[in-house]
């Protein structure tokens, strides 16, 4: 080959491998961000109304309680429910944990848990006295008489948690990051 040659035959196979490499590398970075990092939802109830409206798409962040075992108080987590699809729903109980849960109202280890973030008063329900297990969260909706949450089927089991809800991000003009209310507990 000759001297000449050999630049434009490296000018080539970089022009090569930048046409392949970059998007494959691209992929790949995605399939893994899809994967282990992020991932996309949709709300398809009004159970937790208002906090989170019918239609919205949102965002979960996978693994958020790697480091921390559990959710903290307040914060809306996606979960494999019952059925094995996802459910999203706020986080009200953790492990240890006494919870007395009439009409719909939660008393908290010794006070009622202050929430503002439910859409209209609890209607009447049957009570509930529970002290939460080890590694169980004890999740409700904020629209409590449209609900099936831990009432219904229970503490959800930390294995089952797939992430945080982080923000709301369709449609643009609703969208917006979610963080957990300030409320005694």
Known sequence: ???????????????????????????????????HVIRFGYIVSGSMEPTLEQGEYYVVRLHAYR?????????????????????????????????YIVGGNVWLNGGWLTEPYLKERPGLSPPITLEMPEDRVFVLGDNRNLSEDSRDYGPVPADNIIGLVTRIVWPLRQARVLAPPDHNG
């Open 67 to 99: 480091n921390q075992s559990l959710p903290e108080r307040g914060q809306i987590i996606v979960f494999e429910g019952p059925d094995g699809s996802p459910y999203v729903k706020r986080v009200v109980g953790l492990p240890g944990d006494r919870l």
């Open 1 to 35: 080959m000759s001297a000449s040659a050999q630049p434009a035959a490296r000018r080539r196979a970089l022009r090569i491998a930048i046409r392949v490499v970059v998007p494959v590398v691209f992929a790949l970075s995605l399939y893994y961000l899809f994967t």
